[in-house]
Structures are given as C-alpha cells and as structure tokens.
C-alpha cells in the first residue's frame, strides 16, 4: 500500500467516537488527539490521512474526491444527500429524527396544512411525503423548539437523543421520523481506485464493531 488515502471525519463527538473505534483496530490516533490547529494529520502506522471538518463538508469532499473516505452522521447524509457508497453502519452517535408537539396537541386530527418547523427540510419533506401529506415547512437555524410555543408552527422535526428538551418546552414526540447514526461513507471512484485498501481499513473497522457491540 504506497499510496496514502484521505479520510474525512466529522469534528466533534463523532470525532473522538472514530478515534477509539481507530485505535481498537490498531490505528495509531495520536496526531489525531492532539491536533492543535491542524486540521489534516497522518496516522504513523496506515496509509491514512485523517482530514478534520464540518458534517455537510465531509460529504462534500468524498463526493468530490479529495478524500477516500468519510465518517458522518445519517442525519447529515439524509438532508445533504449526495453520490457515494454508505458502507458500514460504525454504530455509534445514535439518536433519531422525531415529530413533536405541544403535549395535547392532535397533529393528525385536523384538514389544515400543517405547518413544521425544522433545521432539517429535505428530511422533514421526504417523510411527509411518504405520507402523502401536504405540509408547509419553515427553515429554523436555532432552537426549533420555540415555534410551536409561539404559535409559528403545529410541530417540529428536530435530532432527539433523551427528549429532556422537548420536555422542559413542553413538547412531545409522536413519531419518529428516521433513526440516526455515524456512517462511514467511500468515494465512489476510490472504491475502484483502493479497493483493496478500502476493503482492508473497513474489514478492520467490521472487526472491532463485531467484538465490541
């Protein structure tokens, strides 16, 4: 293996999650765990760059081809979309995409649009659509969880992981909407490209998740 690969990873918790994932399977991470403001660091012992970036960017350079590879979540993945191969479900980061209301609202009681608020449109739009129902979504950038309480909308789709805040505001969920997790994702041209490489990093990967589940 001479030639070096370039994986993206989600900064953040997903970050230090791949980390540990990385270095059960015999990565050395250390660069990675003490990255200062470098946001591209080699692995000592593997032909591997690991690149630091924002979720929606990690889809867009594996999409574009300036890195192999990706870690990103499927919440990301689902509202982004994108071409590339999503290949292994790396089990952590979960949480889910749900519906919530005001406690004691009835959402599906009623002929009138309805009218959503979330930070995650294209998934709000897909899942209605499945449905079979018209819905007016709103893009919110902050806390979505203040639409409803100010009459702007009916209901939310938000990540929940414990509901704690939807409960403090008052909220309830009623249905989810997808469930969510990290993923890892591969260029779809360096899956020709490092097939074999590719197929050795995920088969180490596999091998960690199948003994720590």
Known sequence: MNERMRIAIT???LLD????LFEQAGFDCGPVKNPGRCLVHSLPNYPLDA??????DVITYVENGVCDLGIVGRD???EKGGTFYEVLDLGFGKCR????VKEGTDF???YKTRRIASKYPEVTRAFFEKKGMDVDIIKIEG???LAPILGLTDAIVDIVETGATLKANGLVPIETVADVSARLIVNTASMKLYKNQISDFIARCEAELEGNP
Do not use: D
């Not at 690149?51 to 929606?56: F, G, I, Q, R, T």
């Open 76 to 78: 990301t993945i689902l």
């Open 17 to 20: 999650k791949s980390v540990k």
């Open 108 to 110: 599906y009681g009623t």
């Open 51 to 56: 690149v630091l970036a924002k979720a929606p």
């Open 97 to 100: 995409f749900a519906l919530a």
């Open 143 to 145: 806390s979505v969880e």
């Open 11 to 13: 900064k953040g918790r």
